[in-house]
């Protein structure tokens, strides 16, 4: 499908479908989760008070076991939502009744009515103690998701999806949100086909949260102005740089890769950021520069490295949320595996291939967001230019 502007809807690429739905899946891992703590908590409940019972029923000594179950309603706060620690809570408070019972109703036991009182009154103190706890346990998980989600779908706002078709290249990045619990992250994206040839930016701000989602903005919109404004790679990265210090505090920077290609030919500006792959006829080679400048916002010099390219190569350019992914401190062997995941298919289908395996590795529980783009050089041919040139 074909919008009014002639781009190919299903060919454009920007986050991920997974991703997008990351919010509402982290919502079904919840309500599959609390399940299971409902039943624990009610389990370790069951098993205090059958102690109490059986104990009050087999050992007549002036010992009694009624104030161990203060600790229900306390466990049940730690794993459960306020009305289930009122529930045990009550139900704590009848087995202390039931067990008081049975200790009255066995003559020749030590009858201490004002220790009774005692614990009955702790376990009503430990229950309304619990209550607190997990109401303002919950209400803060319930802001942290909020915040989470609001600087998730501002995240996705500022990554327009790239056309699958970007000057030589087909284009198809990815952006895969953080799991439960992690904040978002200032990871970005962007192609633009430019007079001066296709320019690239992929980086990650640091930090997280909207303050995070802020500065990757500027970046972005910055990239988006001065890409075609100077045929200078190295004044374009100078540029960024000042913008990032400007709109940054003094401890806020972002790692990038710069990069422009123009008739086979690419430049790669590395600012702190982990180089790209090329992946030629099943082999697998790192992009590594010699000159590595410092992140943007911390100023430095911005000298691109040049490199050749051949039709049917692919450049996979990702964020270190990839390159850090672990699974039992044991991380994804993205070197060895890149050629086998994503230089088959079309770049849209490779890019999945390698967001499945991550997510096997990692078995779901993505610590950092992360940023994927795929280029494959795919110069057009001729009737390809006569075909865009018509449309224009």
Known sequence: ????????????????????????????????????????????????????????????????????????????????????????????????????????????????????????????????????????????????????????????????????????????????????????????????????????????????GLKTVRLTSTVLGAFRYVAFERQDLSYLAAGLDRSVARNASEEDFVTSLIMQERGGTIDIINAGHPPPLLIRQGATESLETSNIAPPLGLGGSYLSESFRIQPGDRILLYTDGLAEARREGEFFPLYERAAGLIAHGNVTDALASLEFALDQWVQGRFSDDIALMLLEYAPRTDTEGSTASSAD
């Open 1 to 208: 499908m074909r919008t009014a502007h002639g781009i190919d809807r299903d060919a454009v690429s920007g986050p991920s479908h997974e991703s997008r739905r990351r919010g509402v899946m982290v919502q079904s891992e919840s309500e599959d989760v609390f399940p299971l703590r409902l039943w624990a908590a009610l389990g370790i409940a069951a098993a205090f008070m059958m102690i109490v019972i059986i104990w009050e029923l087999t050992v007549y000594t002036s010992v009694h076991m009624i104030s161990v179950l203060i600790m229900p309603p306390m466990i049940a706060a730690v794993f459960s939502r306020w009305k289930l620690t009122l529930g045990i809570g009550l139900a704590s408070m009848a087995t202390a009744a039931v067990g008081i019972y049975m200790n009255m109703s066995h003559p020749g036991t030590d009858h201490d009515v004002r220790q009774h009182y005692v614990d009955v009154a702790l376990i009503a103190v430990a229950t309304i103690t619990g209550i607190a706890l997990s109401h303002s346990r919950q209400r803060r998980n319930n802001e942290l998701e909020v915040a989470t989600e609001e600087a998730s779908v501002a995240q996705q706002a500022i990554l327009r999806p790239i056309p699958h078709r970007t000057g030589s290249f087909l284009a198809a990045a990815r952006y895969i949100a953080p799991g439960q619990g992690a904040q978002i992250g200032g990871d970005m994206y962007e192609a633009l086909e430019t007079d001066f040839g296709v320019r690239v930016i992929l980086g990650d701000a640091r930090g997280h």
